[in-house]
């Protein structure tokens, strides 16, 4: 999952990005407010955890002019400041949850979770096809309750095959969940992971999950059951602030 941290100070910056890849995200980081708005009209992220002291505006006025906009993107607010109405401005900015520093790691990564899990529909962190069974919070895809090893990428696409289930997703969705639009390689590099993660499935006993809807992109689906919307196109940009 790809997350947009939005932290001024450099050491904090670097200890929370370490947390957050232990915790299996991918991370990309901004500083200022101004960047933050505009990484988030222009590329889709799963999350965006943002410091509430920027220098250039409170990240407050980040989340409300994001959600002026519509921009869907969940947001945890990190802050050093424990008093309740704090945590009311936040959520009544447009925050997801809240978070104040020092915190645990874990919770911190565990809180995240929770929040994409809401977002996406899903209360439980298990998603399953089958006898596909992914976890969201310990990474593991089992097929029949045995372990099926994937790299990072291929966990990456089958995952957000999982959380769309039903739903074509085209080569240009896979290419901004995989990369965020930033050094992505030529578009048929998806054919060669849908293969590779095809055939590890296929070896665990997991059937033909993954269909090929021609000219439009990919779907996994339970076997039998029909598509449930049309091609899902990757976000480049949106209303300007």
Known sequence: MRILLVEPVARKAEETTLHMQKGGFIV???NT????????KSYNYDLAVIDVRLPDMDGYEVLRISRAARVPTPVVVLSEERAPMAKVKAFSSG????????YESMELTA??????????GYSEP???????ELSLDSREVTVHGQNVHLTGKEYMILELLLLRKGMVLTKDAFLNHLYGGMDEPEMKIIDVFIC?????LQMAGAGQLISTVWGQGYVLRD?????????????????VF
């Open 33 to 40: 407010g101004h960047d933050a708005l505009g990484m988030l």
């Open 126 to 132: 298990t998603l399953r096809a089958g006898e596909l």
């Open 28 to 30: 990309d980081h901004v």
């Open 111 to 120: 809180r995240m979770q929770a929040v994409i899990r809401r977002s996406k």
């Open 223 to 239: 076997e039998g059951s029909p598509l449930a919307a049309p091609p899902e196109r990757a976000r480049t940009h949106a209303t």
């Open 95 to 102: 925050a997801d949850d809240y978070v104040t520093r020092p």
């Open 196 to 200: 590779k993660l095809r055939k590890k």
